[in-house]
């Protein structure tokens, strides 16, 4: 079974100031990892993906994330946030192959302070 | 292009009511997933079809859920005497292949949702 626990489930960061959202997983299996942002009243959007290869992914919106094997860790940064980052973020997991369900962790409500 | 629409977004039925969530998923994609999400927590997977077969309905809560995608395209969510617990907002998702062995990664594209209120 594979399961996510992102830590902390509302973050307030001043505008400018480095964001970081964390997320663990579980996996009996070489994870997918995905980072999702939720806005008010609109589907998820793919903020960035690991799946294989390079463990530092780069996303849209200026948003990165590092795979830690070692950790069980793939925590998102930004390094200034804009008032437009605040929104809700969830970490997922999916199996090693071909399109899997997603398992989702219970998400971290982002404030940008001005 | 058109993404992934479903209606209606927003449904007040009363405890009891049988109801019917809508998924118009993108044009071409094979894979249709719903997802549950209930107030402050993350999407949980209900169920998956490819193309019209249900592969997996694992996540569904109860006999009172019921989904279906008989051609392959638009799906529906049913659900039956509905109960204040079944109030969320329920997500679908699409992407362009299938789950077969060794097929590369495809995005899943999520549509805006409906949130079901049940009285």
């Known amino acids: 079974a594979q399961s996510v626990t992102q830590l902390g489930s509302h973050v307030s960061v001043s505008e400018g100031a480095l964001v970081l959202l964390r997320c663990n997983y579980s996996?009996?299996?070489?994870?997918?990892l995905f980072w999702y942002v939720q806005y008010p009243n609109q589907g998820l959007q793919l903020l960035l993906k690991?799946?294989?290869?390079?463990?530092l992914v780069k996303g849209i919106n200026g948003f990165e994330a590092e795979f830690k094997k070692s950790e069980t860790s793939f925590h998102l940064t930004k390094p200034s946030a804009h008032m437009s980052d605040a929104a809700e973020y969830f970490c997922?997991?999916?199996?090693?192959?071909?399109?899997?369900?997603?398992?989702f962790g219970t998400g971290t409500r982002l404030t940008i302070i001005p | 292009g058109a993404g992934v629409s479903q209606s209606p977004r927003y449904k007040v039925a009363k405890r009891g009511q049988d109801v019917a969530l809508r998924c118009d998923p993108i044009?071409?994609?094979?894979?249709l997933f719903w997802y549950q999400q209930a107030l402050g927590q993350g999407p949980e997977f209900l169920t998956y079809?490819?193309?019209?077969?249900?592969?997996?309905k694992s996540g569904l809560p109860s006999d009172r859920f019921f989904a279906e995608r008989p051609e392959g395209s638009v799906s529906t969510l049913k659900i039956q005497r509905t109960q204040q617990e079944d109030s969320a907002v329920y997500l679908c998702?699409?992407?362009?292949?299938?789950?077969?062995?060794?097929?590369?990664?495809?995005?899943?594209?999520f549509g805006p949702g409906t949130r079901l209120t049940v009285l």
């Open positions: 998702a699409s992407s362009l292949a299938g789950t077969s062995g060794g097929a590369p990664y495809n995005e899943q594209f």
């Open positions: 996996s009996s299996v070489p994870p997918y």
């Open positions: 690991y799946t294989t290869g390079a463990t």
């Open positions: 997922a997991v999916s199996k090693n192959f071909g399109n899997e369900k997603l398992t």
């Open positions: 044009s071409g994609h094979v894979s």
């Open positions: 079809f490819q193309n019209e077969a249900q592969l997996d």
